[in-house]
């Protein structure tokens, strides 16, 4: 088996239970319960109708406008997966478009990511099978290789496992390890619950925003008062 051209197993993923958790949260409640340090870069955009982004990463890398790998990808797709594939970032050939997006729905996945292009945007726009990239091209792709699949990628800095989990919504992407699920999900949902009760103190008129003077008085601002 060489390195560079290679289709391994997933030996992994985050359970439905999981998924189902942190479907409900925003991403940026999880984002802050990660310390605000984890992220795939603000590129990549969801470009399907709406809706939000939840499964266990199959994990592919391409070369930049080369597809052949990910063809492989949708044909060992589980129900429920997301397929992640980093190709580079490049917007010269589009990874996906219509026809593949068909295949994937048929078999289950429940989104898709590319760090590169896709095309019938028209048709990705009009449908909610959650596709997020980092742009568009009507150019096509090639289909020579090589690639790898279910290997660690990296998109802007951000690790991605096999298995691990991605979400997604209208602020973007973020990955949360497979062995870090149980901890960051209470982290998020207790952000979640103290913003839910900040909303309805703002909306009645009590909020308390005292620590904004702490907080400078600390820094040694002047002038505050």
Same mark, same amino acid.
């Given at each position: 088996?060489?390195?560079?051209? !290679? ?37 990549? !955009? ?7 982004? $939840? ?19 949708? $044909? ?24 593949? /997006? ?16 896709? !095309?019938? $945007? ?16 009507? !150019? ?24 691990? /989990? ?52 600390? /820094? ?6």
């Amino acid at each position: 088996m060489s390195a560079g051209f !290679r289709v391994l197993p997933r030996k992994r993923k985050v359970g439905e239970d999981v998924v189902a958790g942190f479907a409900r949260l925003p991403v940026a409640n999880v984002s802050d319960s990660m310390s605000r340090l984890t992220a795939a870069g603000a590129r990549l !955009r969801p470009m399907h109708q709406g809706g939000g982004l $939840a499964g266990p990463a199959l994990t592919v890398k391409a070369p930049p406008g080369d597809n052949l790998m990910v063809h492989k990808a949708i $044909a060992l797709a589980e129900p429920g997966d997301i397929i992640v594939v980093d190709a580079g970032g490049d917007l010269t050939n589009a990874i996906i478009g219509e026809m593949m /997006l068909m295949q994937m729905a048929k078999r289950g996945v429940a989104g898709v990511v590319i760090n590169g292009a896709i !095309r019938d $945007a028209g048709h990705i726009r009009g449908q909610e099978l959650p596709v997020f990239a980092a742009g568009v091209t009507h !150019r096509g792709p090639y289909k020579n290789g090589p690639g790898e699949i279910n290997v660690p990628i990296a998109i802007d800095g951000m690790v991605i496992e096999p298995g691990d /989990l991605i979400i997604g919504d209208d602020d973007g992407l973020l990955c949360v390890p497979f062995d870090q699920t149980g901890a960051v999900f209470k982290a998020a949902t207790a952000k979640f619950e103290a913003e839910q009760k900040q909303i309805v103190n703002i909306e009645a008129g009590t909020h308390d925003a005292s620590w904004v003077d702490r907080q400078l008085r600390e /820094l040694k601002c002047e002038n505050i008062d």
